[in-house]
Nanobody, 125 residues
Framework: VQLQASGGGLVQAGGSLRLSCASSELTFRPYHMGWFRQAPGKEREFVAGISRSGVTYFGDAVKGRFTISRDNAKNTIYLQMNALKPEDTAVFYC????????????????????WGRGTQVTVSS
């Protein structure tokens, strides 16, 4: 099962990007969804998550700057990133989780069952 993340690119500090995640193989509606990122030499880091019912969670590094949303009709989730900083530079991955409870474990990579290939986000200073 493949998830396709898109929307990455090069942006100046302070700018915005919107990432999208879609799949032709997996219907997102019954899944909790998340975004993670991984910078070179660093571990994969939780960015944001959204439950089946629309409850959202954010990593401390992005609170107040990023928002996550889902459009089940389009089978797509979005990550709106504002006020970008050079330290946001990373490959961003979307993922789907079928955990019974998302409020516990939403930030752990092993809570997710399916992953996308990632999209590069580069923020210049």
């Amino acid at each position: 099962v493949q998830l396709q993340a898109s929307g990455g690119g090069l942006v100046q500090a302070g700018g915005s990007l919107r990432l999208s995640c879609a799949s032709s193989e997996l219907t997102f509606r019954p899944y909790h969804m998340g975004w993670f990122r991984q910078a070179p030499g660093k571990e994969r880091e939780f960015v944001a998550g959204i439950s089946r019912s629309g409850v959202t969670y954010f990593g401390d590094a992005v609170k107040g700057r990023f928002t996550i949303s889902r459009d089940n009709a389009k089978n797509t989730i979005y990550l709106q990133m504002n006020a970008l900083k050079p330290e946001d530079t990373a490959v961003f991955y979307c993922a789907a989780s079928r955990r019974a409870s998302f409020s516990v474990g939403y930030g752990a990579t092993d809570s997710y069952n399916y992953w996308g290939r990632g999209t590069q986000v580069t923020v210049s200073s």
